[in-house]
């Protein structure tokens, strides 16, 4: 398929454990994957490019329903190639209730078989407390999104 690296077709699998990795946060700050991890059910949702059509409905379904994360006690990033600079540009503009992370080398997008040539493909990952991915969504629709998710997350209560 045009634009996938190599690391799709090793695809990651749902019981597999979630790669780790650090990543430059929108908030000024690091995150490191597994230093999350026990904590809550974690949501990675990788996407092509801030401030793009598909991209802000996608990220406006989920601030729009944030509470609902919330409650599911869920911790909520989204990854893209962008930089911090560009991400928090974003959040500001649309106010989003959550970090966003930089993948500028295309390293974490790599690793979780979601690297495209020029753009982030549009994955998204729930990782359980135990640090397994425990669902994995490799064609997101941007519209249903959210609700899917929540769906996703109530089950893993």
Not at 100 to 119: C, P, S
Request: overall charge positive.
């Amino acid at each position: 398929m045009f634009g996938l690296g190599k690391a799709q077709a090793e695809a990651l699998k749902v019981g597999d454990p979630a790669p780790n990795f650090t990543a430059a946060s929108s908030d000024g700050g690091q995150v490191e994957l597994n230093a999350l991890v026990g904590k809550a059910p974690i949501v990675l949702y990788f996407y092509p490019k801030d401030d793009t059509p598909g991209c802000t409905k996608e990220a406006c379904g989920l601030r729009d329903n944030f509470a609902a994360f919330r409650k599911l006690q869920a911790t909520v990033f989204g990854i893209s190639y962008d930089s911090v600079e560009s991400h928090k540009k974003f959040i500001e503009k649309y106010k989003l209730p959550f970090a966003l992370l930089a993948d500028t080398d295309h390293a974490i997008a790599k690793r979780y078989g979601a690297a495209g040539f020029i753009f982030a493909s549009r994955m998204t990952f729930v990782i359980d407390k135990a640090g397994k991915i425990a669902w994995i969504n490799p064609k997101v629709d941007p519209t249903t999104h959210s609700s899917e998710l929540q769906a996703v997350l109530a089950k893993l209560q």
